[in-house]
C-alpha cells in the first residue's frame, strides 16, 4: 500500500513539474512551485526527489523508459522506437522545452542515461549466454552507441518541430542502424 501511494506522488509531482515547465524555464522552476501546485509540502517533494533534475529523470523513465522496455527486450526496436516518439508527441510542449536544457543536468544527458541503463540490461542478458566474439565490444559499450544514438536521434527531432510522423521517423531509425555508411551513402 505504501509503495501505491508513494507512486501517486510521484505522478502528482511529475504533473505539477511537466506543468510549469510548459510555462516557465526549468532552471527557473522552484521546489516550492513544485510542491504549491501538487498540493504537497517540501518535505514531502525530498523524501521522493533529491532535486528537479532526479524528478525530470523520473518522468523519463516512467513515460519514455518503461513503456517500451518490452519491445526492446524482444528485440523489437523499431516498435520500441515508435511507441518512444508517440509518448513524445503526446507531450509535445514538455519535451520541447526540456530537450532545450543543457550543462550536467541536459535533457541530453538525462534521457541517455536513462536508456543506457536499460539498453545495458538487455545486453547483458544477451551476453550472459555467449561467449564474446569481440572482446572490446562490451554490453556497456553496446549500451552506449545505442542510447547515444537513440537520443541523438530523438532531440533532433524535437528540436526540428517533430515534423516527421513518429512510425516513420522510427523506420529511419532502423534504416540507419542497419546499414553501413557505405550502404547509407549509396542510397543519398
Known amino acids: 500500500m505504501a509503495s501505491q501511494g508513494k507512486r501517486e506522488t510521484d505522478l502528482l509531482l511529475a ?4 506543468e510549469l515547465a510548459c510555462q516557465y524555464p526549468i532552471e527557473k522552476i522552484t521546489i516550492r512551485e513544485i510542491t504549491d501546485r501538487a498540493g504537497v509540502i517540501r ?21 519514455l523508459i ?4 518490452p519491445f526492446v527486450r524482444s528485440g523489437l526496436t523499431t516498435q520500441a522506437m515508435t511507441f518512444l516518439f508517440i ?7 514538455f519535451y520541447t522545452k526540456v530537450s532545450r536544457l543543457e550543462g550536467q543536468n541536459s535533457f541530453y544527458s538525462i534521457s541517455r542515461h536513462c536508456l543506457q ?3 545495458e540490461e538487455v545486453c547483458g542478458e544477451h551476453s550472459e549466454r555467449k561467449q564474446l566474439k569481440y572482446e572490446w565490444l562490451t554490453p556497456e559499450r553496446l549500451a552506449q552507441y545505442y542510447g547515444q544514438s ?5 532531440i533532433e527531432w524535437i528540436q526540428s518541430g517533430m515534423t516527421i510522423p ?8 532502423q534504416y540507419v542502424m542497419s546499414h553501413s555508411l557505405e ?6
Do not use: C, G
Open 15 to 18: 504533473e505539477s513539474f511537466k
Open 87 to 93: 509518448n513524445v508527441e503526446k507531450e509535445k510542449e
Open 166 to 173: 513518429a512510425e516513420d521517423l522510427a523506420e529511419l531509425y
Open 150 to 154: 537513440m537520443v541523438f536521434i530523438l
Open 183 to 188: 550502404d547509407a551513402l549509396r542510397d543519398l
Open 66 to 69: 518503461e513503456p517500451i522496455k
Open 117 to 119: 541503463s536499460l539498453l
Open 43 to 63: 518535505t514531502t517533494f525530498y523524501n521522493h526527489f533529491q532535486d528537479k533534475y532526479e524528478l525530470l529523470e523520473w518522468v523519463i523513465n516512467h513515460d
